[in-house]
C-alpha cells in the first residue's frame, strides 16, 4: 500500500510540474501587439522577414536575443540596415554610422549609436519604411 502511496505521489508531482512548465508565450501586452502586426505586414507584402521577426519574438525571454553593438559593427555595412529581433546592448564601440532596428535598446547603447553618428530605430519604424537591404543579425 505504501508503495502505491508513494508513486501515485510521484505521478500527481510530475503532472504539476508539467503544467506549470506550459509555455504561454509573451505576456508584455506591447510586444504582442508588435508580434501581431509582424504577421500582419507579412501577410500584406509576403516578405518572409516579416514572419521570421515575429517568430524570433515569440521566443520566452530567456531565448529572446540579445546583441552587443560590436557584433553588429563587425556583420553590418554601412548601407545595410541591422534587425534584431531582441534587444541591443552597449558592449563595443560603432565605427561606422548604422541604422539599427531592434525591440529595445539599452540606454548606454542608444547614447554610443548617437555618438557614431547613427540611427536607432523601432520596429514600427522600420515596418512603416520598408526597406530593401535588411541584415537580421541573431
Do not use: H
Request: overall charge positive; charged content about 30%.
Amino acid at each position: 500500500l505504501q508503495y502505491l502511496q508513494k508513486n501515485f505521489f510521484i505521478i500527481f508531482f510530475l503532472n504539476i510540474i508539467i503544467f506549470m512548465v506550459k509555455r504561454t508565450g509573451p505576456t508584455n501586452p506591447l510586444l504582442k501587439r508588435l508580434i501581431e502586426d509582424l504577421r500582419l505586414k507579412y501577410k500584406e507584402t509576403g516578405r518572409s522577414i516579416w514572419r521570421d521577426l515575429a517568430e524570433k519574438l515569440s521566443k520566452p525571454t530567456r531565448q529572446r536575443i540579445e546583441v552587443n553593438l560590436f557584433k553588429i559593427d563587425k556583420y553590418v555595412k554601412e548601407n545595410e540596415i541591422a534587425v534584431i529581433p531582441g534587444k541591443v546592448l552597449s558592449e563595443g564601440e560603432l565605427t561606422k554610422p548604422l541604422k539599427i532596428a531592434a525591440w529595445k535598446f539599452s540606454k548606454k547603447a542608444l547614447e554610443k549609436i548617437e555618438k557614431a553618428n547613427g540611427e536607432a530605430l523601432t520596429l514600427y519604424d522600420l515596418m512603416d519604411k520598408n526597406p530593401k537591404n535588411l541584415r537580421i543579425i541573431c
